[in-house]
């Protein structure tokens, strides 16, 4: 019994370093994009982890009919929400520059790729597409910064915060 309450204490001892180690390998997240493949502004935040925790999201609003990729059907006028529905290792990705070729983006310390739900108000069925939102560019053979990107739409130089 006494090896038991010793391996117990010693166990309460060690919980809160590996749940301190947790904590500092989690980051935060926030994006204001106003102008996403020239058809989307989008706002939210979050936080993930390595470990593959991830919870997130924010509000969007259609600025131009989207007409191909998984959105397609959102058109200008729509809002709703989005939701952060799985963390992602990595994902490929274009913006939609003529000539462009694919480019992929890692879910690191400074970029977050997921699968994003999009509701919009008043229609309960989700769509679904990869996103990512980075620190840094994505692209920087491209003019701009593309730090902000949603399958389907496009990229654009957002506002994002990764810590």
Not at 56 to 65: E, I, N, Q, Y
Not at 132 to 156: K, L, M, N, Y
């Amino acid at each position: 019994m006494k090896t038991f309450s010793a391996f117990l204490a010693a166990g309460s001892l060690l919980l809160p370093m590996s749940m301190a180690h947790a904590q500092s390998s989690a980051h935060t997240f926030t994006v204001h994009a106003d102008a996403i493949g020239s058809a989307m502004v989008l706002n939210g935040g979050g936080r993930y982890s390595a470990a593959g925790f991830l919870q997130g999201g924010g509000g969007f609003r259609v600025t131009s009919d989207i007409n191909g990729g998984p959105l397609a059907g959102l058109r200008a006028g729509d809002s709703g929400h989005w939701q952060a529905v799985e963390l992602l290792p990595s994902s490929g990705f274009k913006c939609g520059f003529p000539g462009e070729a694919g480019k992929t983006a890692t879910t690191d310390e400074d970029t977050v790729v997921l699968q994003a739900n999009f509701l919009r108000d008043g229609d309960p069925t989700p769509l679904s597409a990869k996103v990512f939102f980075s620190a840094q560019d994505e692209d920087p053979v491209d003019g701009g910064s593309q730090d902000v990107w949603i399958q389907g739409v496009g990229c654009d130089e957002g506002n994002v915060n990764v810590r």
